[in-house]
């Protein structure tokens, strides 16, 4: 039987442990705070019982998939019979170097370490291991338990095997990997995300239209169709011969717009002021965590609508709309 | 009673047809070639239709809705009595300006003009009208009666009093408007696609991963949740206080990406035909339509799923949650 072991209970690590335990793994948790684990529980009790609603907690009764989830009260306790590590500990590199080296010397023979940063290379805290081909980047996209995107990025001496490994398990467990092909900044979602934030700063900053107005831009446009299709199958679609036609048709517009576009700027707190005022009208601070439960609930709806939607439409082709 | 005329009966035209039609508007329709027209008119009976069964049809029975409809035999009668022109003509300026010469002399006094162009500034097509006061751009994202955003830019010479009707008309259509606040190359939504189309050539180009792989990141990722939040909310809940410590915390990242992303690049043949040859491996040029089908009736699914969801979550608010 996999036995996954998470370590760092945190947002992150709790997700994970939702997503390996409603695939039928056996999961351990270790925080080096024990209130951390019992808190880590406390959410995978409550998030399965939410995601039921929504068919998304998994084939097993809610108190048959808890009851694979165990909390250990050490590192070692944790790692000992793992055949996999998700390290979902605090995003920062000498912390991270701290522990990779405890987990060097702990864990058992052939088995991978996926760390959750967001940010941090792998080879920033991987250097000199024994264990080093056997570590990589395994980035979700929060919450995990709710988001699919799984970005997998090797260091320069992360095995090709291990990034076979790792590819196959996030997708036994109903995740979405891509493959980086070497460490980046940013890796791709948060190169994306700077991009359309860049962007988004820079209108409200040049006094275009207002945050909410961006905001709206995407929420009731762009995002409509970046909810299933990406940024590329969108504008394949949007030229009657696909995307090359697109490209000579819109490239100069596109090229024209980049050049204004390239103008790094920082976002100076003037500017972060007034988009944080503006968002304190929309949603005080004293209703953010109700806004995110609403967000959260939102998200779960949304993605158990995309697969009812999808799973229905691959279902019934409709060669008369051709 | 209010009437509209749709002025370019193509694909947008169409569908804007259909959308004063659904929120109980009479609407006639011109294009200089009868056979649009005719095909329009088909579109909109079909359309209609589709919309029943995910309840976007508007309150009246198909029949009476179409029953609004009428093709006119010339740009004189489609004009005369019209209480708002919604021009969709090609995206030339030659032609537009031609067209708005014409208008200006048929045009009923205080009747406002809109312009579906995607990229042409309204000044570059209305100056020294003597309905230049009440020309302006209204750009719908393809198709409006699925996608209700609507970006209102007004040219130098727009009347506020006309950025106020039309803002009126378009939420009472059911529209989504925001408002520039100047002419600015790619308006906003374009802008935006544009920043997120560089960097998602940028990542193919630099071989870090495949163009599929950008588009999950995107539809498997950021856009489940740019889908209801734009890019300011989602980073908004994403700090515990706000959007503030999220800058904080993360804007030297940001600003750091910025810089590597201030590299504007011409799409090269070669490049746009890799991600082209992408496409066809994933959809076949001769599956496009047929995809095309797929997406809209995708669309129209989500673009229900959301106003439900939405409506449901706001309806039964969780103060047990926060």
Redesign the interface.
């Known amino acids: 039987m996999s036995r996954i072991a998470i370590v760092g209970c945190g947002v992150v690590g709790s997700s994970w442990a939702l997503v390996f335990l409603r695939a039928g793994f056996e999961v351990v948790l270790f925080d080096a705070a024990p209130a951390a684990r019992e808190n880590a529980a406390a959410f995978v009790r409550a998030a399965l019982a939410d995601l039921r609603d929504q068919s998304m907690a998994g084939p097993d009764p809610v108190e048959q998939t808890i009851g694979r989830l165990s909390l250990a009260g050490s590192l070692e306790e944790a790692i000992a019979g793992a055949t996999y590590v998700q390290e979902s500990a605090p995003e920062r590199v000498e912390i991270k170097r701290e522990l990779y080296r405890t987990l060097d010397r702990l864990v058992p023979p052939n088995v991978v370490i996926g760390s959750s940063t967001s940010?941090l290379p792998a080879s920033s805290f991987t250097e000199g291991l024994a264990t080093a081909r056997r570590c990589l980047v395994v980035h979700p996209?929060?919450p995990p338990h709710?988001?699919?995107?799984v970005?997998i990025v090797p260091s320069p001496w992360t095995g090709a095997s291990v990034m076979e490994e790792v590819t196959t398990l996030m997708r036994r467990i109903g995740q979405?990997p891509?493959?980086?092909?070497?460490e980046?900044?940013?890796f791709?979602?948060?190169?994306?995300?700077?991009?359309?934030?860049?962007?988004?700063f820079r209108?409200v900053e040049?006094?275009?239209?207002t945050?909410?107005?961006?905001?709206?831009?995407?929420?009731?446009?762009?995002?409509?169709?970046?909810?299933?299709?990406?940024?590329?199958?969108t504008?394949?679609?949007?030229a009657?011969?696909?995307?090359?036609e697109y490209?000579r048709n819109l490239?100069p517009?596109?090229?024209?717009?980049?050049?204004?576009?390239?103008?790094?700027?920082?976002?100076s707190a003037s500017l972060?002021?007034a988009?944080?005022a503006e968002?304190?009208q929309?949603?005080p601070?004293e209703?953010?965590?109700?806004?995110?439960?609403?967000?959260d609930?939102?998200?779960a709806?949304?993605?158990a609508?995309?697969r009812r939607?999808?799973a229905?439409?691959a279902a019934t082709?409709?060669?008369k709309?051709?």
Do not use: H
Not at 206 to 209: A, E, L, P, Q, V
């Open positions: 940010g996209i929060n709710l988001i699919p995107l970005e979405s891509i493959r980086l092909t070497r980046i900044n940013g791709v979602v948060n190169r994306l995300q700077s991009a359309m934030l860049g962007e988004a209108l040049d006094g275009i239209c945050a909410a107005e961006v905001d709206a831009a995407v929420s009731n446009g762009l995002g409509l169709r970046w909810f299933f299709m990406g940024p590329f199958e504008i394949d679609l949007n009657p011969t696909g995307i090359a490209c490239g517009m596109y090229q024209g717009l980049a050049k204004e576009q390239a103008d790094p700027r920082a976002w972060v002021g988009v944080e968002r304190r929309a949603t601070a209703g953010l965590a109700l806004r995110r439960s609403w967000r609930r939102c998200l709806a949304f993605v609508a995309k939607v999808l229905e439409a082709p409709t060669e709309d051709a």
